[in-house]
């Protein structure tokens, strides 16, 4: 399974404590950076292990994956001419940054077509499981599934996104047993069989996540994105401690009896985002280990920023693809096929901490899952903050219960006017009169989700779904209802204090504001993120 | 076309080549052939198959063919063929040296190899040429040694010199461009793939990545001068290698039926090129075995397809 391409084996995370010798210490910061002196003696940083090797001979794992699954018959065996295919694969918001050529979605379609081909298929759909997101572009599927899919079956129709609001594309498969209805994507359902294709970024993907939620629609994802659910989740990241993921696996089970036979097929890139080499290359080393070649890299870089325009420097980050190599390969049943997955994300992503912090500080980088060749609106930025980076731990929160966390992020008032239409509503209506997650879904959750417009646009153009920042918004939820404040390092004061929480020009001046919070001399944790980490607090 | 015709221009492209005119020359206008039978001097001047090419792979030259690579012969192909690059993440994987084998249309298919081709291996790239057609005289060797780093390869005899060569520069780590089929194609079908290619990648262990030409036979095909401004696609294959015990001949022919499903591939789509690979239905690259007006006729419109790439929407802030 492993490479034999790096000359040593790549180091593991660690947890670095803070004294005076200790550099600067690099936060993300959108599309940009900063560098921070934490207070030593009660300050650590958390960094993420080195990129783990990547596979020596990727297409020929995927090969072996999918002749010898797990739990499942080989993947020709299940082939046959006549039958009815549906291949279904994560959409643009995985991975993130998005891959250089070939995305892992190609290879592996690429195989499962070749198959297909092979057994005299004909009937073959490839569908983006976008749930409610916006659909994906021509140029977008053409790189997640590579030219030769995109030629082959784009003009002949057999290539599209999922459709959740198309009454006569949905099927009701039933119900679990706690009442939560089951929905699908009619073609999935009605295929002999579904295949998904899955690339697992963070420990919280795939499963039965990927077909329950991914080819459902909104009156099936209310049951599990909702506030109590993610307010359940311990977090959201550890499958077993998550109550999104307990009800994707019951609505999994409603699949199991009454959905089309799935083959999962689950992948895990590593941690390498920026490069081993390059110009990126120094935000996935460690500071002290900056080499001349890197501080002037880092310098040139900064000073580029400082001198482009807003527009142009979201282009030049938007045109970044990650050369991540693929780590492991799994196919098969979708439960047995996850547990392995998960471990193999783990392996990449966990770090050991002791203890957790008053303080925890991050900085958000340009790009989260909902905003890829788009606008990082300040919804998003709460989302990337509170939902993804502050759940990414294992065992209880990296800070405290009524502590602080401190984002850097310009946090700009700016959106999508095609991706996020409903997002400006939210943003001035909704979050104008309330931020509080419940009574925001009490009172307006509704009424976006079933808003005509928003409703069209989601089909028609490009837009996420009315309802989905609300979404985002309950991804926070569980961060809003732990924490005591929520401080944001040199954004745009207004935007940030629409979102409930306080903008700060400095860490500093941050650090000040959070010790009216939690005391003074308040211990602070670096989570130093992207690339992923995974804190495993004890 | 039809201007051309008025202004009596169209008789320029039935001259001969320069380099045919060149060839055309008698002694004293070019050097004395040597008599049958009578031991050359010492300071000959080798020309064909003895020709050294080693100058042409040492720093100063590989500089200035970079540099022409780069500069004129680019602009040159993207003026006149338009290519479509098609497949570069087959190669993706692709570590070390290694030899594209392509089919042949036309004397461009080389420059628009050596500007399709991505580094690492472009600039490090040594291009199997007819030993007698490009290695011909002093002039015409140099140029192709030092403008396409050509070597030559016997296609008239056996040899082994042009193998022996062949194959240290490979171990030397250069990657090496041969077209199979030994010659351009004279009516717009392939030959048979000879078996030099798969030799060289069993004896020297390094993979072959097959590649597909189309439309450089309407640029400049076989026997013209000059040449018409066309479009052109290129599409690379998933790099193989021979099997354990796989002869050169049985590779060779694998060779050929990637390289066909690669063009069967372009002119329709990849699925369906892959259900006829996998049915072994996918037409020859050597066309029917019929007349010559049928052949002809069986070619049928192998214009390009209308691009199907269009920018992305919205284009983004």
């Not at chain 1, 892992?104 to 409610?132: K, N, P, S, T, Y």
């Not at chain 1, 999994?252 to 089309?260: F, L, Q």
């Not at chain 1, 979404?471 to 569980?478: F, L, N, R």
């Amino acid at each position: 399974m492993a490479s034999d391409r790096r000359p040593r084996p790549p180091r593991p995370g660690l947890v670095l404590d803070v004294d005076r010798s200790t550099p600067p210490v690099l936060f993300h910061h959108g599309e940009g950076f900063r560098l921070h002196r934490l207070p030593p003696g009660r300050s650590r940083v958390i960094y993420p292990a080195e990129p783990l090797p990547g596979l020596a001979d990727p297409d020929g794992a995927i090969t072996e994956a999918l002749l010898n699954p797990i739990g499942e018959d080989p993947l020709p065996s299940l082939l046959r001419p006549g039958m009815k295919l549906t291949i279904a694969f994560d959409d643009l918001s995985l991975p993130l940054p998005p891959m250089r050529r070939p995305d892992v979605r190609q290879r592996v379609i690429e195989q499962v077509l070749d198959m297909a081909a092979a057994a005299g298929v004909d009937d073959v759909h490839l569908i983006a499981a976008l749930a409610l997101h916006r659909r994906m572009t021509d140029d977008e599927l053409r790189h997640a599934l590579g030219d030769r899919v995109f030629d082959a079956f784009s003009p002949i129709g057999a290539l599209y996104n999922h459709d959740a609001e198309d009454p006569d594309q949905m099927v009701e498969l039933g119900r679990t047993d706690q009442d939560e209805l089951v929905t699908m994507n009619r073609r999935a359902a009605e295929s002999d069989l579904l295949v998904y294709v899955n690339i697992n970024l963070v420990a919280m993907d795939g499963g039965w996540k990927s077909t329950a939620t991914g080819l459902a629609d909104y009156r099936a994802l209310r049951h599990h994105h909702n506030v109590a659910t993610m307010v359940n989740s311990r977090s959201f990241m550890d499958r077993h401690r998550s109550e999104l993921h307990h009800s994707n696996w019951r609505q999994g089970a409603v699949i199991r009896r009454h959905g089309p036979r799935v083959f999962q097929i689950e992948t895990t890139v590593n941690n390498n985002t920026f490069g081993r080499t390059g110009p990126l290359a120094a935000l996935q080393k460690r500071e002290w280990e900056w080499s001349a070649r890197d501080r002037a890299s880092f310098v040139a870089m900064q000073a580029g920023l400082k001198a482009m325009p807003a527009a142009a420097r979201r282009r030049a980050f938007g045109s970044w693809l990650a050369p991540y190599e693929l780590t492991s390969v799994q196919a098969g049943e979708v439960e047995a096929v996850h547990e392995r997955t998960t471990d193999n994300v783990l392996a990449q992503h966990l770090v050991p901490v002791e203890g957790q912090t008053d303080v925890l500080t991050m900085g958000l980088p340009y790009i989260c899952p909902y905003n890829v060749n788009s606008v990082m609106n300040p919804i998003l930025v709460m989302c990337l903050g509170l939902g993804y980076f502050f759940n990414l731990y294992r065992g209880r929160p990296l800070v405290r219960e009524g502590g602080v966390v401190i984002m850097s992020h310009p946090t700009a008032w700016e959106f999508h006017p095609v991706h996020h239409p409903s997002y400006i509503d939210f943003f001035e209506q909704v979050l104008a009169s309330t931020t509080d997650p419940a009574e925001i879904e009490a009172k307006y959750e509704e009424q976006f989700a079933t808003d005509e417009w928003y409703i069209h646009l989601y089909r028609t153009s490009h837009a996420y779904h009315g309802v989905h920042p609300f979404y985002m918004w309950y991804w926070g939820a569980h961060a809003l209802q732990w924490l005591g404040r929520v401080i944001v390092v040199g954004g745009e004061p207004r935007a940030v204090r629409r979102l409930g929480f306080q903008p700060a020009s400095t860490l500093d001046d941050a650090l000040e504001m959070a010790a009216d919070v939690v005391g003074p001399s308040p211990t602070v944790t670096h989570l130093h993120n992207p690339p992923i980490v995974m804190a495993d607090v004890t | 076309m039809s201007l051309v015709r008025d202004l009596g221009l169209d008789r320029w492209r039935k001259l001969p080549s320069p380099a045919r005119r060149l060839r055309a020359l008698s002694f004293p206008l070019r050097a004395p052939t040597v008599p049958a039978g009578v031991a050359p001097g010492p300071d000959r001047r080798r020309t064909g198959a003895d020709y050294d090419t080693a100058w042409a792979r040492r720093w100063p030259a590989r500089m200035a063919r970079a540099a022409l690579v780069e500069g004129p012969m680019r602009l040159g192909v993207e003026a006149l063929a338009s290519p479509r690059r098609q497949g570069l993440d087959r190669l993706s994987d692709l570590d070390g040296p290694a030899i594209f084998a392509a089919n042949h249309h036309s004397h461009i298919d080389t420059p628009l190899l050596l500007t399709s081709i991505p580094d690492p291996w472009r600039h490090k790239m040594a291009v199997g040429a007819a030993a007698d057609y490009f290695f011909g005289t002093h002039l015409t060797a140099a140029v192709s040694a030092l403008v396409i780093g050509a070597f030559p390869i016997e296609r008239t005899r056996v040899g082994r010199r042009s193998a022996d060569l062949a194959a240290g520069l490979i171990e030397d780590g250069w990657s090496l461009l041969i077209y199979p089929e030994g010659g351009r194609s004279p009516d717009g079908w392939g030959h048979q793939f000879r078996g030099g290619a798969a030799y060289l990648a069993r004896r020297c262990g390094v993979p072959v990545a097959p590649v597909h030409i189309e439309g450089t036979g309407r640029i400049l095909r076989k026997g013209r001068n000059l040449p018409q401004p066309s479009v052109a696609s290129i599409t690379f294959g998933r790099p193989i290698s021979p099997g354990d015990g796989e002869s050169a001949a049985r590779f060779a022919a694998r060779i050929e039926a990637v390289v066909a499903s690669l063009a069967d591939e372009t002119r329709t789509d990849w699925y369906s090129a892959r259900r006829r690979a996998h049915a072994s239905a996918t037409p020859a690259l050597t066309g029917p075995r019929t007349g010559a007006w049928r052949r002809t006729w069986a070619l049928g419109d192998r214009s390009r397809r209308p691009a199907s790439r269009r920018q992305g929407w919205p284009p983004g802030f």
